[in-house]
């Protein structure tokens, strides 16, 4: 069974701060590796993918893959109010189209 | 405007009564993919459609089904639904070569008494 792991949170950072959210994955199959955002009550959106070791960055967002360690993380830098949400990690197989995602960290920015 | 549409966005139902739950993109995205939400589990994939007339099971297809008949629709019917099928449904889309991107529906909160 394959599975994706992450703290549930809350993770509270105050406004400003550096959020680091953490994500490991059972399958090492795994190729393509996701982070989606989920407002309260709204669908998710996706913020970032990443299919290659090491750092990938995009605005205040970066998403950080290790697969020797099967573990892929996301940086929120100079996080913001409007960045409280939940935020789900998805994992996905090169050999198909399976997503498997994670059960979420909530995060909470403190003004 | 680009979307996802579900509907109902909201139903309560009894057990054992089929229901079907539309989705439909504007997109003409070939990806389409059912997913349910329930607190602790995150988000599990029912099933995925790559092209009309091939669909694919996900992590937890059973109690479901799904039928892709037209590019734009991938209803999941549920045909004798209990109350552990109780949940938030999620539709998603992408396009083919990008399968990647997906693009949720506004989810279906169901409710089976």
């Known amino acids: 069974q394959k599975e994706v792991e992450q703290n549930s949170g809350p993770l509270s950072v105050p406004e400003g701060a550096i959020a680091s959210l953490n994500c490991t994955y059972s399958d090492r199959g795994s190729q393509s590796f996701f982070w989606y955002r989920q407002y309260s009550g709204k669908s998710p959106e996706l913020i970032m993918f990443?299919?290659?070791?090491g750092d990938k960055e995009d605005g205040r967002f970066t998403a950080q893959l290790n697969k020797a360690s099967q573990y892929v993380s996301l940086l929120i830098r100079d996080s913001q109010p409007s960045d409280s949400a939940t935020y789900l990690c998805?994992?996905?197989?090169?050999?198909?189209?399976?997503?498997?995602f994670g059960p979420g960290t909530r995060l909470s920015v403190l003004p | 405007e680009a979307q996802v549409t579900q509907n109902p966005r909201y139903l309560i139902t009894v057990t054992g009564k089929k229901l079907t739950v539309t989705c439909s993109q504007n997109?003409?995205?070939?990806?389409m993919s059912w997913y349910r939400q329930d607190p602790g589990l995150g988000l599990r994939q029912i099933y995925y459609?790559?092209?009309?007339?091939?669909?694919d099971k996900g992590d937890v297809p059973e109690g479901y089904k799904v039928s892709r008949k037209e590019k734009r629709n991938f209803p999941l019917i549920l045909e004798s639904p209990s109350p552990n099928q109780t949940s938030l449904y999620f539709c998603?889309?992408?396009?083919?070569?990008?399968?990647?991107?997906?693009?949720f529906g506004p989810g279906t909160r169901l409710t089976v008494l």
């Open positions: 998805a994992v996905k197989a090169d050999y198909g189209q399976n997503f498997v």
């Open positions: 997109m003409n995205h070939e990806y």
């Open positions: 990443i299919y290659s070791n």
């Open positions: 998603a889309s992408s396009p083919r070569l990008a399968t990647d991107t997906q693009y």
């Open positions: 459609s790559m092209n009309v007339e091939v669909t």
